[in-house]
């Protein structure tokens, strides 16, 4: 690693005041999830309760709790079916909670559990209404333990792994540094677990799509996203502004050697233009409901003369969503090249697409607004890509 590198990266951690420490099942519980690793987890609240005395503001993701249900219900920890699973999160959650609860009460912090879907953060007010309370949980002086509610998620309202929320709980939290304590200690070239030739980077500038590739996935048994998920879990929250550290969380003070500059673990350094805290919500947590096809004039307009999408611009409307729901849009070649939340109801904008704005009211009977989409509430993509299915 080089000076400068360091000198941003010491920079950068020391400057950090807000905190999202993520915490694998594979920690927790090891890779048979057949004994609770009490002195790992006494170690994290101990370093958690140290950055809380230096005055930072820190957050736990923890995973566990299917892991720790399977385990008392006696049921293998994977191939379950959804109710099984659900079951396990039911059983397992209250003995998370109550296993951080104890760790952090004996160093004289109380926890705040927060339990999430994709659901809560994709809504507006419900995203802005748990940023207030975990902000107000801080304030008091407790450590949110923030874990995805397994006990209701099914596919359509789940984050998909801890990685993920851990990622949009950075962006909720408007943190400076993602910590993810892994069993591994860091992104090497290939698994370790199966290559030994694999060799450890230490610092990683931004991800490319070599990083990607070489990453792959975990062979550990707890966790469900692999080192993959971390990675993209990385990218993401380096769109917001935040830097990343995967760090071996079985390592006593690990998270506090990083936080502190040793060269332990991974570095990922954020993105200099960051996406603001609503542009990345528009981007990773809302999932679209359909896709605007637009004119090459149209195209051009949004992505460089820093216009709004007028439904002039529409050719073509593709899915059913309602007013407010993310859109992608797509240019007349069907790349899709920005999301947005639109601002017509699907059957409304298939009946204007084409019109000037001061037809809408003639058309409709009236006019909720002049712009299809407008400029700030669009995020563009770099490369173009294909639609998501709707």
């Known amino acids: 690693m080089t000076d400068e590198r360091m000198a941003r990266r010491a920079k950068l951690l020391a400057g950090a005041r807000?905190?999202?420490?993520?915490?694998?099942?594979?920690?927790?519980?090891?890779?048979?999830?057949?004994?609770?690793?009490?002195?790992?987890v006494g170690g994290i609240a101990r370093q958690v309760a140290a950055l809380v005395r230096e005055g930072r503001k820190v957050a736990v993701v923890s995973s566990g709790s299917v892991a720790l249900g399977a385990r008392s219900?006696?049921?293998?920890?994977?191939?379950?079916?959804?109710?099984?699973?659900q079951a396990a999160a039911a059983v397992g959650q209250g003995s998370l909670i109550s296993l951080w609860g104890r760790h952090l009460a004996a160093e004289g912090?109380?926890?705040?559990?927060?339990?999430?879907?994709?659901?809560?953060?994709?809504?507006?007010?419900?995203f802005l209404n748990s940023r207030n309370t975990i902000n107000q949980l801080i304030e008091f002086g407790a450590v949110p333990v923030i874990n995805e509610n397994d006990t209701v998620a099914v596919h359509e309202i789940k984050f998909g792994d801890n990685d993920t929320l851990?990622?949009?709980?950075?962006?909720?939290?408007?943190a400076d540094v993602l910590?993810?304590?892994?069993?591994?200690?860091?992104?090497?070239?290939?698994?370790?677990?199966?290559?030994?030739?694999?060799?450890?980077?230490?610092?990683?500038?931004?991800?490319?799509?070599?990083?990607?590739?070489?990453?792959?996935?975990?062979s550990t048994r707890t966790g469900l996203g692999g080192?993959?998920?971390?990675?993209?879990?990385?990218d993401e929250a380096a769109k917001s502004g935040a830097a990343t550290i995967i760090i071996p969380g079985v390592r006593p003070n690990s998270l506090i050697e990083a936080l502190t500059g040793a060269e332990v673990g991974t570095f990922f350094f954020p993105h200099e233009d960051r996406l603001s805290s609503k542009h990345h919500w528009i981007e990773f947590t809302l999932k679209p409901q359909g896709l605007v096809v637009v004119?090459?004039?149209?195209?051009r307009a949004l992505t460089t003369g820093g216009k709004s999408l007028l439904a002039k611009g529409v050719v073509e409307v593709r899915g059913e969503f309602e007013s407010g729901e993310a859109v992608e849009i797509a240019g007349p070649d069907g790349a899709v090249f920005a999301k947005g939340l639109?601002?017509?109801?699907?059957?409304?904008?298939?009946?204007?697409k084409g019109a000037h704005t001061s037809d809408i009211e003639r058309i409709l009977g009236y006019k909720m607004n002049d712009e299809a989409i407008h400029r700030d509430d669009m995020v563009f993509f770099t490369g173009a890509r294909t639609s998501s299915p709707s």
């Not at 807000?18 to 790992?40: C, L, M, P």
């Not at 639109?342 to 204007?352: K, Q």
């Open 295 to 299: 004119d090459e004039g149209a195209r």
């Open 227 to 234: 080192m993959a998920s971390k990675v993209r879990a990385a």
């Open 109 to 126: 912090l109380q926890v705040g559990q927060v339990l999430l879907t994709h659901d809560d953060l994709s809504n507006r007010r419900r």
């Open 73 to 85: 219900l006696k049921v293998p920890r994977h191939g379950l079916s959804i109710p099984v699973k």
């Open 18 to 40: 807000r905190i999202v420490v993520k915490v694998g099942s594979g920690v927790i519980t090891g890779e048979t999830y057949t004994d609770i690793s009490d002195a790992v």
């Open 342 to 352: 639109v601002n017509y109801h699907a059957f409304e904008l298939e009946r204007i």
């Open 179 to 218: 910590a993810i304590l892994s069993d591994v200690d860091g992104l090497y070239t290939a698994d370790p677990r199966r290559d030994p030739s694999a060799r450890k980077i230490d610092i990683v500038e931004k991800v490319t799509e070599e990083i990607r590739a070489g990453a792959g996935d975990s």
């Open 166 to 174: 851990s990622a949009r709980a950075t962006n909720l939290l408007e």
